[in-house]
């Protein structure tokens, strides 16, 4: 299958920093990428889309102005968690999808360690 | 509203036998449902997908059967191995996929 390159793996930050995660498409061009926040043990919460170009789409109750999406290419998509806390503290997934319908491809997730 | 209903939450299973894991959909206009496959720590890993227009997809131990009228899918583990042990999701895509709860399937030896 296709690759999704996220990085950083894991990461630590002090509270009140902010953090950037990169999620590349290494063999195909992405026109949709998905962030994704998931708690131990349970289900992928869906937190936006991102075309390639434009503004993203936030899901309903997620702050815009504090996860920050840029999917400035076809091939890389970037979240940063503007002004991080310990409740931003989770594992965060992208997925890349050549066009909507088709299959997606996750990254290997992010380990958000707020501290 | 859930989307993507997804049962059971846990399931075990001997090694050698068959897991199934179900799911169900509300929207019609769903026109991919695939089956992903996560490791504690890991990204989910696409497993298998199938699309409304056949009603059993098949690959290695891994068979999904789709039932349209009933708006249900499932998958079907065959021979059962302790490196089977995951997390698994179902999911349905339209404008962007949504996934169930997920299935935590222990093989014991």
Redesign the interface.
Known sequence: ?AV?S?HPSWVICKSGTSVKIECRSLDFQATTM?WYRQFP????M?MA?SNEGSKATYEQGVEKDKFLINHASLTLSTLTVTSAHPEDSS?Y?C?ATQS??????????T?LTVV | QQQVKQSPQSLIVQKGGISIINCAYENTAF??F?W?QQFP??????LI?IRPDVSEKKEGRFTISFNKSAKQFSLHIMDSQPGDSA?Y?CAA??????????T?LTVIP
């Open positions: 299958g999704v996220q998905f043990k349970q289900s992928l869906l889309t594992f997934i997925s909507i319908g088709t299959e997606a491809f996750f990254g290997q997730g380990r | 026109d991919y695939p992903y720590g890991k990204g989910p890993a696409l997908a997390t999701f895509s339209g404008n962007q996929f949504y996934f169930g709860t997920g935590s």
